[in-house]
Nanobody, 124 residues
């Protein structure tokens, strides 16, 4: 059974940094891209970024470029989302998800298995 578990969320102040983790198990981990999405209260889920299995292909939403960085440690089956210069607008539940294809795009329908999410709250 494929499982993804997010961790690392919390309450931080504007300008702070936070690193989220996504632990992936039960699958051919190394051949799948992992994406991050977020959902703020009252808003639709939105794409944050995606890292390919071979570590060579990244795709970020425009609003996070330069602030967020994706990485993965294949020895630990874990994907990381390093978030810097956080603002209150980054407050949301953050989800990781497994891509249906090797290099999925930003649509949530391109991802099949999802974690339960981790809450990130940024105070002003």
């Amino acid at each position: 059974q494929v499982q993804l578990v997010e961790s690392g969320g919390g309450l931080v102040q504007a300008g702070d940094s936070l690193t989220l983790s996504c632990s992936h198990s039960g699958d051919t981990y190394r051949t799948r891209s992992i994406g991050w999405f977020r959902q703020a209260p009252g808003k639709e889920r939105e794409f944050v970024g995606r890292i390919s299995w071979d570590l060579n292909r990244f795709y970020y939403a425009d609003f996070v470029k330069g602030r967020f960085t994706l990485s993965r440690d294949n020895t630990k089956n874990t994907i990381y989302l390093q978030m810097n210069k956080l603002t209150p607008e980054d407050t949301a539940i953050y989800y990781c998800a497994r891509g249906r294809t090797l290099v999925p795009g930003p649509q949530s329908s391109e991802y099949d298995y999802w974690g339960q999410g981790t809450q990130v709250t940024v105070s002003s």
